[in-house]
């Protein structure tokens, strides 16, 4: 599987979703539909770990995005906290802030945050959650 999700603490506050050097749109789909699968098994708040560490975003991401946002709706899981990215390089974040400018209205409330690494991410979420 190219996008491993899991939970990414015994308290199921956080699920991480972990890239491998090369997915495809549909890796993605699927990491998304496992990720909505925990997110509505808990009552309470979980968070979003995405690391990308090491991967490169296949071609096509505006094409891509929109048939995401199409089937996936425009809200989050009512349960559904904050996203953190781990390990964008500079082209990921300027395809992120295309897609956040390209579609502000789909994706209002939606922001991501970005960490460093792992250890980071994490302490942003604990730092978030107090």
């Known amino acids: 599987m190219a996008i491993l999700t899991q939970w990414d603490n015994r308290n199921k506050t956080a699920i991480l979703l972990e890239f491998e050097s090369q997915w495809s749109w549909s ?20 968070d979003i770990i995405i690391d990308m560490e090491g991967s490169s975003i296949p071609k096509d991401f505006i094409n891509a995005v929109k048939k995401l946002i199409a089937e996936n709706g425009n809200d989050a899981r009512n349960n559904e906290g904050h996203r953190i990215v781990v390990g964008a390089n500079k082209a ?38 107090m």
């Not at 990720?35 to 979980?46: F, G, K, N, R």
């Not at 897609?99 to 922001?111: A, E």
Request: aromatic content about 6%; glycine content about 2%.
């Open 92 to 129: 990921m974040r300027t395809v992120y802030n295309t897609v956040q400018s390209t579609f502000k209205n789909q994706l209002d409330g939606r922001k991501l945050l970005f960490a460093s690494d792992l250890t980071d991410a994490r302490a942003i979420l604990r730092s978030l959650r």
């Open 27 to 46: 890796d993605l789909e699927d990491a998304l539909q496992a990720a909505d699968e925990l997110i509505i098994s808990v009552p309470h708040q979980v």
